[in-house]
């Protein structure tokens, strides 16, 4: 995916209001908003790291073919999450990880991996 597409979606998701604190709540809301941007999603993909199965939160497909992975964490990025997108761009597909509940609320950056706070407000990325 296009690095200013993947930077246009960091600005649209970090907008997502938090209606509720329940992840799956959350993460439809989420859906809905990259579904209206015209992307294929698919929910809890999985993938193979190191000969073990890992879930991705959302892969989400581009009309033009680009994909991106998202994980979807709470107020700080699990290990585990930054892993997987690591492996995942090592591959090609560019990820990010999106906070719910952020104690930050500024973007920054884990091992390379974009972490973006989703505050209602956008973020500079």
Do not use: W
């Amino acid at each position: 995916m296009p690095a200013a597409t993947k930077s246009a979606l960091i600005r649209t998701l970090s907008t997502v209001p938090l209606r509720t604190e329940e992840r799956y709540s959350f993460l439809a809301d989420v859906v809905t908003i990259l579904e209206s941007q015209g992307m294929h999603v698919a929910s809890n993909v999985t993938v193979r790291i190191d000969g073990r199965n890992f879930r991705v939160d959302i892969l989400a497909t581009a009309k033009t073919g680009g994909s991106v992975a998202i994980e979807i964490d709470r107020s700080s990025p699990r290990p585990r999450s930054v892993m997987k997108l690591r492996e995942l761009a090592r591959r090609g597909t560019e990820g990010f990880v999106l906070l719910r509940m952020p104690k930050k609320l500024t973007s920054y950056s884990d091992a390379g991996i974009d972490i973006i706070p989703a505050n209602g407000k956008g973020a500079s990325c």
